[in-house]
Every structure is written in structure tokens, then in C-alpha cells.
């Protein structure tokens, strides 16, 4: 498929932080890192999360919550009859500390704790019906909405959630820094992800120049070079396994496309996948 068509299938468009997707094929696979906190609605079709351990199925009039820096997989694709289209609200840590300063403490937050760290299904409230149907008009992409309306939408959103459950409030005006977690153990679990340098820095807790003088602490490549090898040690222990076509293994380990990775792991190996026996 041409790029051309492949555009005119998926649009997304950015209204002040609040995006409504449509996905007219039944090819909607996206990896999806937000570095903030959000909801997303589905407003037609179906869209199913897998973070490795389950997959939540979120269906027509459903709702999820999904956290900060969390990892997960979407699918994006056609269900009953009707393509994929949905709303995503995020909201950023900026929004929130506005929030936070019009609100105030919104109750007694040290009385309860914080929500897990999962993607949450949301309850069909009064609420959150009364936000997402008014949003419907602009399911049209001929209709653009006025940024600060789009504005007032996210507080609504933020005020939805607030009323479903006292522990949002220490959730989402958590304003600390996360702590540094083991740069390996994370890279070990993540070395497929189409992550940036700067991305995998943010997820590990650290600033770009710190996760760098961390990383040379533990390994004397780069991270680029340190991702590239693992990923060939593991493409060519499956390639040898037999188990698993080549065009199959390139996409897992994390390449983009099978020339980079075939002249990648020639360069490493001294042989074409191919010749892997």
C-alpha cells in the first residue's frame, strides 16, 4: 500500500491535547508510551490493550484510564460493522499543576492511596457519558473546536475521574519526580521497543546526561550499540531455532526494516540470516 493510502485509511487530529482517531482499515497496531495521564474513548470499532501479562478489550461506549509512562501495546481496528474512532484526552503534568492550584487538595488525599499502576477500565458514570457526547460533533473532521473549549473538555475529563474514585486525586497530582530504576533490568525488558534514547532516559527516571554517564558505568558501548547487539544476539538465537520465519524474527528483535537488519547482523555475524543453520 502506497503511503498516500495508507494516510487517507488512519487520521489523527490534535485539538489542544485532546485527539480523536480514525482508523478506516483493520491494521491499527501502534505501540503507545505516554508520558502523561489520559482516557481513552472508543467511540466505534474496538481497540484492545496487551502490556504482556493481559489484553483489555474496550469496546463501543467504553472508557479507559491509562497511566503515566506506562507501556502498552494498541490495536485499533473494526468491530460490529463500524471502523475504529475514538478520543484520547491527556492530560499533562502542566495541566495538572493549573488544576491542582483552581482545585486546591480535592479532599483528604492522605486518607487513601493511589490507584495500581495498570490501564483501568472506567465505569459508564453520568459523568463521563455527559463529557464524550458532547465531544461527538466533532467526530467530524470538518469541524474544528476553539482550543480553549477543548480546555474546559479536559477539566470536565479530569473532574469525571475525580468523582469516580478518591484515590485519582493523589494519582494524578503526584507531582514528584520518578525514582531511577535499574537501567538494564528496564533495557533487558524493552530492548524491542522502538524507544528513543531520551525515551528510555525519561523511563528509567534520569535526564538524557544522566542516564548517559549511568549507562557508561555498566557497559562500555553506547546505548545505540548496546540495543543493536542484543538484538542480534537474540534474532540469531531464534533464527537458528528454526522456529520462526526471518521475516518474522527482524520485526520482533525491534528492527524497522529487514535491509538494516539483514546488513546489520551480516556486519556482526559474518553471515546473512539466511546461512544461519
Not at 484526552?89 to 483552581?102: A, C, D, H, K, W
Not at 453520568?126 to 457526547?133: D, I, N, P, Q
Not at 461527538?136 to 476553539?146: G, H, I, Q, T
Request: charged share 25%; hydrophobic share 35%.
Amino acid at each position: 500500500m502506497e503511503e498516500g493510502e495508507s494516510s487517507k485509511l488512519r487520521q489523527i487530529f490534535n485539538y489542544n491535547n485532546v485527539f480523536y482517531s480514525f482508523y478506516y482499515d483493520d491494521a491499527g497496531a501502534c505501540v503507545h508510551r505516554s508520558r502523561e495521564y489520559a482516557l481513552n474513548y472508543v467511540y466505534s470499532g474496538e481497540m484492545i490493550l496487551e502490556n504482556g501479562k493481559e489484553s483489555i478489550h474496550v469496546r463501543k461506549g467504553e472508557c479507559v484510564f491509562i497511566p503515566r509512562d506506562h507501556h502498552i501495546t494498541m490495536y485499533k481496528k473494526p468491530y460490529g460493522g463500524e471502523g475504529y474512532c475514538g478520543i484520547f484526552l491527556m492530560f499533562t503534568r502542566q495541566f495538572l499543576r493549573e488544576m491542582f492550584g483552581v482545585l486546591g487538595r480535592p479532599g483528604d488525599v492522605s486518607k487513601c492511596g493511589k490507584l495500581d499502576s495498570g490501564v483501568m477500565k472506567l465505569p459508564d458514570t453520568v459523568e463521563l457519558a455527559s463529557l464524550f457526547a458532547s465531544m461527538s460533533p466533532y467526530m467530524n473532521p470538518e469541524v474544528k473546536p476553539k482550543d480553549n473549549f477543548m480546555g474546559l473538555k479536559l477539566q470536565e475529563g479530569l473532574m469525571a475521574l475525580l468523582a469516580i474514585d478518591d484515590r485519582f486525586a493523589p494519582t494524578l497530582f503526584d507531582f514528584n519526580e520518578p525514582w531511577k530504576i535499574d537501567i538494564m533490568e528496564f533495557l533487558e525488558d524493552n530492548y524491542m521497543c522502538d524507544l528513543t534514547i531520551e525515551e528510555i532516559a525519561h523511563y528509567t527516571g534520569r535526564s538524557l546526561a544522566t542516564f548517559k554517564r549511568d549507562f557508561k558505568k555498566i557497559s562500555d558501548l553506547t546505548p545505540e550499540k548496546w540495543l543493536i547487539r542484543k538484538r542480534l544476539e537474540v534474532a540469531y538465537d531464534m533464527v537458528r531455532s528454526g522456529k520462526k520465519k526471518i521475516m518474522e524474527v527482524y520485526t520482533e528483535v525491534g528492527f524497522r526494516n529487514p535491509s538494516h537488519f539483514s546488513t546489520a547482523f551480516k556486519r556482526h555475524f559474518g553471515v546473512a540470516p539466511t546461512a544461519v543453520v
